[in-house]
Structure formats: C-alpha cells, structure tokens
C-alpha cells in the first residue's frame, strides 16, 4: 500500500462516446499522486481505442478486460483488488470530476479524521450541459439511512482503504455500488458528507437506472437477498423510493 496515493475505481461497458471526458476529468485533479485502474466488462464498442490513446501518454492508468461479461459489481471488485492506494476512490466512466475534487476531499477526511466520505454533484445531460440540479448529501448517513433512499453518488465516495480494508462489491446487475456502501456502512458507522460539488453525473436515457421498473426489481434483490431484510421491511423501503421518484425529490 503506497502512502497518500488514491486508487481511481473505474468499471466501464461500452462507455466510448463519454469515458475520453472521464479521464481527462482525473488527469487535471490538482491532486497528482493516483492510479486510474480501469476494469472493461467486455465492451463491444471501441472503448478500449480511447483507453490505449491515454495510456500511452500517462503511467498512471491500467486498463483490464474480463474474460467475459460478468457485470459491473465484477468489474468494480476486480479493480478493487487491484488497487495500491492508501485511498479508494470511485468514478462512474461516464461521470466527470471537478479540477479540486481529490485534494478537497483527502483534506476534508485528514482535518475531520473520517474515514468514508462523499461529496454533493451536479447532474449533467449526455452532451455534457448542466440540467440545474445538484443533489447535496447528508452530513452524516448510517446504514439505516442509507437503506431509505441512499443520498450518496457513487463517483463521489472515496476511503481510506489503510483503516477499513478492501471489500468485495455484492454480485447484482444494478444498485451494486448502494449495497456496497451498505456492506462498509457495517464497519464504519458513518460516511461523512462534504456540501462542495465535486462531481457531475451524467443522466443517460438508455441507462438502466432510467429504467425505474426495472431498478424495482433490484432494489428486492438488494433488500431481501443481499441485506436480508423482512419481507414488509422490503416493501417499505421500496415504497418509500417510489414515492421519492414520484415527487421528483431525488
């Protein structure tokens, strides 16, 4: 484990039209000192040609293929387990980063002693235009609260991998990354949010989180089989982002 260095987790799938505008998001981080690890689950389009042309100009980055197509919860743990960095970051292939947001958070978590925190963002279109809304996290979230509506955006989280170790992503198709922070939240009673907007992400229309009936499902998958919650438990919490999505809160 390399001291104050910072693991950039990057699972991708055909992201070739957005993952160049990642990048380039994390090579201008006024904070220097990371690796970019780069897990492709089998991608069909040309994303590995706009991998390489980065590669051959920055160190930093590693590009692995999967030998199949097993899922982004595969692919995250696969990069995961490949990191060095005393911290582990986590960025969304299509999502971008702010110039700042490496150094404000490592310094959020040195000042405050956190361990495990996350950022606000800004949510953005396909071509990269701000659609007016930024989603702020809460100051602290356990896991209970997590479970309700999980306020936190996957490509703002980062760790420190030194004090809480490495984690296995749970293997389901989508909301993997909540029951990720749900399987952490089991050691470390909090993240910590910071108000800053750190990040951008990127609504997609052919996405499946755009797909809310079909995120239904992964959500009782999430609940029932992998946190093994109650069956009215279950019902509940899905009940509860139902109604979330409806009134457009989040």
């Known amino acids: 484990m390399e001291k104050g260095l910072v693991s950039v987790i990057m699972p991708t799938y055909n992201c070739a039209k957005f993952i160049g505008e990642t990048i380039e998001s994390i090579q201008e981080q006024t904070y220097n000192n990371w690796e970019l690890i780069i897990v492709d689950d089998c991608s069909t389009d040309n994303t590995k040609d706009v991998v390489d042309k980065f590669i051959k100009l920055d160190k930093r980055i590693n590009y692995n293929c999967l030998k ?3 899922g982004a919860a595969v692919a995250r743990t696969t990069a995961m387990n490949l990191a060095n960095g005393e911290y582990m970051a986590f960025c969304d292939s299509d999502d971008v980063w702010e110039k700042t947001k490496l150094e404000k958070q490592i310094e959020f978590m040195k000042v ?3 361990y495990f925190t996350c950022t606000a963002y800004e949510q953005i279109d396909e071509n ?7 989603i ?3 100051e602290k979230c356990n896991y209970n609260r997590l479970l309700l509506d ?4 996957n490509s703002t989280v980062m760790y420190n991998v030194e004090k809480m170790g490495k984690f296995e992503v749970p293997n389901i198709r989508k909301r993997n990354d909540d029951a990720l922070w749900l399987q952490m939240l089991k050691k470390e009673k ?7 907007v750190l990040m951008k992400y990127r609504i997609r229309q052919n996405s499946i989180s755009s797909n809310k009936f079909k995120v ?3 959500h009782w998958i999430l609940y ?3 946190e093994h919650l109650s069956i009215v438990r279950s019902v509940f919490h899905i009940a509860y982002w139902c109604v979330i999505k409806l009134l457009k809160i989040k």
């Open 68 to 70: 199949k197509n097993s």
């Open 112 to 114: 405050n002693n956190y």
């Open 128 to 134: 990269s235009n701000s659609l007016g809304k930024v």
């Open 136 to 138: 702020k996290p809460k």
């Open 150 to 153: 999980c306020p936190v955006g």
């Open 190 to 196: 909090y993240i910590y949010g910071m108000k800053s």
């Open 216 to 218: 239904i499902k992964y």
């Open 224 to 226: 029932r089989n992998i």
